[in-house]
Structure formats: structure tokens, C-alpha cells
T-cell receptor
Framework: GAVVSQHPSWVICKSGTSVKIECRSL??????MFWYRQFPKQSLMLMAT?????????EQGVEKDKFLINHASLTLSTLTVTSAHPEDSSFYIC?????????????FGSGTQLSVL | DAKTTQPPSMDCAEGRAANLPCNHS???????VYWYRQIHSQGPQYIIH???NNETNEMASLIITEDRKSSTLILPHATLRDTAVYYC?????????????FGKGTTLSVSS
């Protein structure tokens, strides 16, 4: 089956630094990828839609200048948390859509646990 | 907002069938019912989806009522590894680029 690889699995950083998270579709080309954030004991919240070769679309309340998304190729999207602060500590998950018509499914990465000290 | 309603939690004995209900009374004609699950600290895993017919795969069965206003996910022989949060999501499909909107899901606890 299709696989989405997300790296790193976890990262600890100091407040004020930036962190980059990579999301790769391993065996298919993903025109569109999605980034979610999940706080403890809460559901996944959609942050942004990443489109290859164009600017990402951010959900209301998500700061585009803080969460930089780059989707430079059909198999790679990156999320950079800039000037991270403790309140940015969360579980970040990417997903990619494999367009197969009526049987389309979203495949998810394994997630990145970010802890900002 | 999520378009589905699920019980917050359910318990199931190992080896028994787990039946997880989902209400989606406002589902549109072009929307499918998808089920995903999330084991602690992992990304969501696809389970099954359907439009109006019942579906079965190696993981589970999906029963959709005739009026499509509700569905049930059935795990025929639950194991401890099935302990997870189960999400029922309705969404149009066939449209690459449609994000899934997650509700609160059902936390299924399987015990021995």
C-alpha cells in the first residue's frame, strides 16, 4: 500500500529556534498534502493544505508566517515552525492524497512530536 | 465542524466483536463514509470506506443504513492491538485535495 514517511519522529528544541518537519510520499506522487496538529487528548486539527508548486492554504487562526510550508516537489512537503515557543509543542501529522477516483484515500505519516523548552 | 456523532468511549472484551456506531444524518449524496483509527502517538490509519453498500475488508466491515444517516464499523474479533481512537468521517471523494475533518472519535478499549 501507499506509504507516507514523516521525519523526524520527535524533536526537542529551545524556544526561539526553528524546526523543520519533512513529509514524503514514498510510492506515489502527491499533488496535495495536508498538515495537522494535535494537542494531548484532542482530535486532529487541520492547519494547512500544501499544493505542489503553489502557496499553501492556511486554516483560519493558523499563522502562515510562523508555520512555513514548502511543497517543492510531488513527493515532498516541509513544515517549518519558526521561532518556536512552548505553546507550539504539539504532535504534528502530515497526510497525502493519492488520487484514485472513488477509492481515494488519505494516507498519514507517523507524526512528529515537537517539544519546545 | 465535523458532520458525525460518535460515542466518546466504548469497551470490548478481547475476541468479541466491537460494533462502533456513527450518526451522520446530514450526509450528502456525494459523500462517502470513511473510518480511520489512531493508536496512541501514531498517525491515523485507514480502515474502510463506503458510499451506500456494505463493505468488508481484511480489517473490518462497514454497515451503512439504507437512508445513509448512520453506519456501524464492526471489528469481528477485537484484539488488544485494536485499542485506539476510531474516527468516522464523511467527505466527498474522487476529489484529490480534499482534507479530512476529524471529530472527537470513539475511544475503544479492548481488554482481556
Amino acid at each position: 500500500g501507499a506509504v507516507v514517511s514523516q521525519h523526524p519522529s520527535w524533536v526537542i528544541c529551545k524556544s526561539g529556534t526553528s524546526v523543520k518537519i519533512e513529509c514524503r510520499s514514498l510510492d506515489f506522487q502527491a499533488t496535495t498534502m495536508f498538515w495537522y496538529r494535535q494537542f494531548p487528548k484532542q482530535s486532529l486539527m487541520l492547519m494547512a493544505t500544501s499544493n505542489e508548486g503553489s502557496k499553501a492554504t492556511y486554516e483560519q487562526g493558523v499563522e502562515k508566517d510562523k508555520f512555513l510550508i514548502n511543497h517543492a516537489s510531488l513527493t515532498l512537503s516541509t513544515l517549518t515552525v519558526t521561532s518556536a515557543h512552548p505553546e507550539d509543542s504539539s504532535f504534528y501529522i502530515c497526510s497525502a492524497s493519492k488520487p484514485t477516483g472513488p477509492n481515494e484515500k488519505l494516507f498519514f505519516g507517523s507524526g512528529t512530536q515537537l517539544s519546545v523548552l | 465542524d465535523a458532520k458525525t456523532t460518535q460515542p466518546p468511549s466504548m469497551d470490548c472484551a478481547e475476541g468479541r466483536a466491537a460494533n462502533l456506531p456513527c450518526n451522520h444524518s446530514t450526509i450528502s449524496g456525494n459523500e462517502y463514509v470513511y473510518w480511520y483509527r489512531q493508536i496512541h502517538s501514531q498517525g491515523p490509519q485507514y480502515i474502510i470506506h463506503g458510499l451506500k453498500n456494505n463493505e468488508t475488508n481484511e480489517m473490518a466491515s462497514l454497515i451503512i443504513t439504507e437512508d445513509r444517516k448512520s453506519s456501524t464499523l464492526i471489528l469481528p474479533h477485537a484484539t488488544l492491538r485494536d485499542t485506539a481512537v476510531y474516527y468516522c468521517i464523511v467527505t466527498p471523494t474522487g476529489q484529490a485535495g480534499t482534507a479530512l475533518i476529524f471529530g472527537k472519535g470513539t475511544t475503544l478499549s479492548v481488554s482481556s
